[in-house]
Structures are given as structure tokens and as C-alpha cells.
């Protein structure tokens, strides 16, 4: 057995995968493979059995399904591939995980599962499903009754191993690896290594190669780490309350992929921050311009993916935002490095959901110091910051602006009406919050405290009978996508333009919104209809807007691909 410590600096495309996989890799904005990936793609590629050692959420599920993917035949229709996972949800996420990979390559994925009725299954299985997707209970049930054959499997997973052995399915394990042909390939991944999962691979494995991807240590000791639990649905809205009560210079944001970029990007932005995305597809000369404002201060918030933030070197840089999670401890320490710069205090905070709580022990053990937990602020604690800035304003209004011919028409108010004097100028007060509401609702943030769904363990032990429906994990937080506020637009005053970026790109009105809106500076109720076509779009935008606008969206990039504006005939 050997131990690898992969290269950073590898690529999808270094590690031998074929084009439909990178292809999807890259519209699902995956920017380059994680540690485990990086050091077990190749090793699964040339067919040799793996053993897999990574905490929660560094992306071993890429790190097998990609190799599994390239190696099989979507032209067989018989299962090929079977995945055991612990729980129902880690089989759907994982199935869910094999159908995104492989949406150009044309494979049958199939997740089966307590709780689920046989029926569907059955159809599925007859049609000739090519990957299955199972946990041990309902796996073993299929076998037992003819209905999953596997003599012509080509290779098994085991995932999340030692918690399929704390759920007591090692027996269900071992009985379904004996029903597997002596050939197929295995790879078992694990996140601990206790003795029963080594003998299970000592017996079963032959000749694995052991990956484990052990996690470098030293964070600056200039910098405050803070965490806080949130679920994924929720992240934005914390994040928001958190902006605003922090006493931030400038800050960095980091996301997982380069879609994410754009979006929370977007949305920072239609909350009123100075803010752009950094991706690696945004073109070299782009990426330094972007930097540039941020060193000069035009720009106060950076929303970047680890790549394109590589040795970002920003003074004013006060607080790193983890809104994501790094897929492994070295890229968190890569990433708080960004703040606490030339002897400067910084601020790091991340945002953790209740599945990666392993993925922040592990930071916590691998960079030798525990985190102070954060408190999301409340609805109160927003009020009434903006109730004494507000205040402020007030005062420095009455100091510094001559307010002569304003006393004049609130005197003159005052004659022609009864109200009292607080009265209109609560009425003002009301007024100039505008389009940005003062006082915010009270919302709690109250993660789930369990990590996984057990029903399927709950499941077995009432005896496979009655079924039970999982929660599905919120994994769509891009819901109020598309909920934008427009503004009045009377169709004479706005003109139609083309953008040659469509369906094809995977792009959305959101996008788009956010990319005119940053690049043209111009407020998004400004931006009229949006319709997407297959190869372009066109967008309704005021025909009052600037020359100089319009030729910054001309050279402007929307989902990392050029936006080529083009006016109408
Ligand atoms: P694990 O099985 O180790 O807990 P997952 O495979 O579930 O981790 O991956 C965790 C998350 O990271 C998923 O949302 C996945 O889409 C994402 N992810 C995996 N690999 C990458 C990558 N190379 N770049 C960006 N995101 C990734
Ligand atoms: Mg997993």
C-alpha cells in the first residue's frame, strides 16, 4: 500500500478522463479535481482496486464515478456498476451525482432503496439499468429474488463504508461482495479506517492501492476564525445579515463553482454591494482589471472559486467568507490566507450546513485550533444598526448640506396641514428609505441537528415492510432566482438587444441580469424582458442608457462566455 499527496496544480483533463465527462465537469463548473480525486481518478482508471481514505465532502463521489464512468459500456444493457451506500439519501445523492456526470454519454442510473416500492424498481432493473445505486438492505433483497443479476458486474463501490459498518450493514456488505464476480474492480471509500472496514478490504480487495488524503496544518495566528451552522437554503440570507453588521474593508467570497461565482455575485448586487465574480473563465486581462478596482477600492466584494483566487494578494482584504466549504483543509488555509496580510488582523468566517459538520472538525484537527462559533445576527440586531446609521445620516445631513430651500417646503407643509412635526418627518424618513426597506422581519436560522436520514436503517429493523419518505436535502437554493422586482417599463422606451449566449450556455435570466447589472452599473429594475433561445437571448433595456454602458456590455461576460451585445438593426 502506498500513500499519495496529490498535485494542487492538477486538471480534469491531465488525469486522462474522456470529453463527455469533462464536458459536464465543466457545465457543472467544476473548476479542477479535488485532492482524492486528483489521486484516485488514475488509479481507478487502469482498473486496480482502491482503498479511499477522505472526510465528508471532499467530492469522493466524483473520485470514483468519474474512472467508473470512463471504464464502462453505456451499449451493454445489464448493471455493470453497483455503488452500496448507507443511507436512501446518500444512494439518491449518488445517483443523482452518476446522472449529472454522465449526461452526455447516455447511461442508465438507477437508485434502489428501502421504503421505495419494488415496482418501479423491477421496470427500471428490466429495462436494463447499467448502474445500480442501492443500500445494502434492498440490494440484497433484489438478489435474493433474482430480480439484480450481477454476474456480469464489472465493478462495486462501497461508499461511506464506516458508517454503512456503524449502521450494522457489514454482514449485508460482505454477503452481496460474495455474490460478485471474483473479477470486478473495488473500490472502498471511507472517511476513518477502523479494523472491520481493513479486514473487509484485506479480504475482498486485491492488491488496492490506499489513498489517503492527509490535511497540512498552520493558519495565521493574525487571524479570528468563526463558523456557523446553517442549512444550504439559508446561507445566502445569513450571509447578508452577517454583511451588514461586520466592519469589513473589502471581502473575499468563496464558492464552490464557477456558476456559484455568478450568482451569489448577482445577488450581492442586487442587495446595493460593489461587488463581481472571479472565475477562471473570465479571460486573464478581465480577471487582473477585476483585481485592480478591488486594490483601489471601487470594489468592495470579491466572489471567487479557488483557482482564480490563487495567490490573490490584497491588502485591504479584512474578512474571507467561506460560503462554501473547501473540499479539503489545505484549500481553507489557502483561502484565509487572503486576509490577515502584512501584519494586518483579518477575519475568516464560514459557512457550514449540518452534512459537512466532519468536513469542520477536520479543518478544526488540521489546522490545530477550534472555532469560535458565530451567531447569525437577528432581525434586532439589523434594526437597529440601520435605525443608528440612519441616525447618523441624519446628523450629518443637518451639519454638512444646506438645507434652506428643504426647511422652506416642510414649513410650508406645516401651514397648509395639522400634522406634527415628528409625524412628517417620519413620513420623510419613510420616503427616503426608498426601494431598500429599513427595518427587516425576524427570521430564524435554525439548521437540522441530524446529518443524515436513517430511515433506512429504521426501515430494516421494523423489517423492510412499510415505506417512509426521506427528506430530500435542500439542495436548490437558487429557488427566488428569477423573483426579480421590475420596474415600469413602457415598451417605447426600451429597446431590444441580442446577446449571443442561449439555452445551449445553461444560461438564466438571473444571469444575465447580474452580468448588465454589474458591468453597466445599472439597477435591475432597469432591465426589462429577458427571452431565452436556444443559441441567443435578447433583453428589453432603456433606450435612454448611455453610449459608454453599452460598450461595456459589448466586452462584458455573462456564465464565463462572452456576452457580444449586439444593438438592434
Ligand atoms: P463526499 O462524498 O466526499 O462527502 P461529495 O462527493 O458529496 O463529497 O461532494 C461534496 C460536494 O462537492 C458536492 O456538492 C459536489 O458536487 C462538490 N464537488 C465535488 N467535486 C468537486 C470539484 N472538483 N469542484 C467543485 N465541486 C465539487
Ligand atoms: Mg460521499
Redesign the pocket.
Given at each position: 500500500m502506498t500513500s499519495s499527496t496529490p498535485n494542487t496544480a492538477t486538471l480534469f483533463a491531465d488525469l486522462g478522463l474522456p470529453q463527455p465527462l469533462l464536458q459536464s465537469l465543466s457545465e457543472l463548473g467544476?473548476?479542477?479535481?479535488?485532492p482524492i480525486?486528483a489521486a484516485s481518478i488514475p488509479i481507478l482508471l487502469e482498473g486496480r482496486d482502491l482503498l479511499g481514505q477522505?472526510q465528508?465532502?471532499?467530492?469522493?463521489?466524483?473520485a470514483f464515478a468519474l474512472p467508473m464512468l470512463t471504464n464502462l459500456d453505456p451499449k451493454k444493457k445489464y448493471p455493470q456498476l453497483l455503488v452500496l451506500a448507507p443511507t436512501r439519501e446518500l444512494a439518491i445523492?449518488v445517483a443523482e451525482?452518476f446522472q449529472r456526470y454522465s449526461r452526455n454519454m447516455g447511461f442508465s442510473v438507477l437508485p434502489i432503496y428501502g421504503g421505495q416500492s419494488y415496482t418501479n424498481q423491477l421496470k427500471q432493473l428490466k429495462r436494463g439499468a447499467q448502474i445500480i445505486v442501492g443500500t445494502p438492505g434492498r440490494v440484497m433483497d433484489h438478489i435474493n429474488r433474482g430480480t439484480l443479476v450481477l454476474k456480469e458486474l464489472e465493478a462495486l463501490v462501497l461508499d461511506e463504508a464506516d458508517e454503512m459498518l456503524r449502521m450494522g450493514f457489514i454482514d449485508d456488505v460482505e454477503w452481496i461482495l460474495k455474490h460478485t464476480p471474483e473479477s470486478r474492480q473495488i473500490a472502498l471509500f471511507s472517511a476513518t479506517m477502523p479494523k472491520e472496514i481493513k479486514k473487509v478490504a484485506n479480504t475482498y480487495l486485491n492488491n488496492p492501492e490506499h489513498v489517503k488524503i492527509e490535511t497540512k496544518t498552520t493558519t495565521a495566528s493574525t487571524i479570528r476564525q468563526r463558523y456557523s451552522l446553517v442549512n444550504n437554503n439559508q446561507k445566502l440570507h445569513a450571509f447578508a445579515r452577517v454583511l451588514e453588521v461586520v466592519d469589513f474593508d473589502a471581502v473575499i467570497v468563496f464558492v464552490?463553482?464557477k456558476l456559484a461565482t455568478v450568482d451569489v455575485a448577482e445577488k450581492l448586487s442586487a442587495r446595493g454591494y460593489r461587488c463581481q465574480a472571479l472565475n477562471g473563465d473570465i479571460p486573464q486581462n478581465q480577471r487582473e482589471q477585476v483585481i485592480d478596482k478591488m486594490k483601489r477600492g471601487k470594489l468592495d466584494i470579491l466572489v471567487a472559486t479557488d483557482v482564480a483566487a490563487r495567490g490573490l494578494d490584497i491588502e485591504r482584504i479584512s474578512h474571507v467568507v467561506n460560503f462554501d466549504i473547501p473540499?479539503d483543509t489545505e484549500s481553507y488555509i489557502h483561502r484565509i490566507g487572503r486576509t490577515g496580510r502584512a501584519g494586518r488582523q483579518g477575519e475568516a468566517i464560514l459557512f457550514v450546513t449540518p452534512r459537512e459538520r466532519r468536513l469542520l472538525n477536520a479543518i478544526e484537527r488540521a489546522t490545530n485550533s477550534p472555532m469560535e462559533t458565530m451567531e447569525i445576527p437577528s432581525a434586532n440586531d439589523i434594526n437597529k444598526k440601520r435605525a443608528s446609521d440612519f441616525k447618523q445620516l441624519i446628523g450629518e445631513t443637518i451639519d454638512k448640506v444646506d438645507l434652506e430651500r428643504f426647511s422652506q417646503l416642510v414649513s410650508e407643509f406645516m401651514q397648509e396641514g395639522d400634522s406634527a412635526p415628528e409625524t412628517i418627518a417620519a413620513a420623510l424618513a419613510y420616503i427616503a428609505q426608498s426601494n431598500k426597506p429599513l427595518f427587516e422581519a425576524e427570521t430564524e436560522f435554525k439548521p437540522e441537528k441530524r446529518e443524515f436520514d436513517r430511515s433506512d436503517r429504521n426501515e430494516r429493523s421494523r423489517g423492510r415492510s412499510n415505506s417512509r419518505d426521506g427528506n430530500r436535502d435542500s439542495r436548490d437554493n437558487n429557488r427566488d432566482r428569477g423573483k426579480r422586482k421590475k420596474g415600469p417599463h413602457k415598451a417605447e422606451d426600451m429597446r431590444t438587444y441580442r446577446i449571443q449566449v442561449g439555452r445551449n450556455d445553461g444560461i438564466k435570466p438571473g444571469n444575465i441580469v447580474g452580468a448588465i447589472a454589474n458591468e453597466a452599473d445599472l439597477d435591475s429594475k432597469n432591465i426589462g424582458h429577458i427571452k431565452i433561445n436556444d443559441d441567443h437571448s435578447t433583453v428589453d433595456l432603456p433606450k435612454a442608457m448611455p453610449k459608454a454602458m453599452i460598450k461595456k456590455l459589448q466586452k462584458a461576460y455573462v456564465c464565463g462566455k462572452p456576452m457580444g451585445l449586439t444593438e438592434p438593426n
Open positions: 467544476y473548476e479542477k479535481p479535488s480525486q477522505a465528508t465532502g471532499t467530492g469522493k463521489t466524483a445523492q451525482a464552490r463553482t473540499l
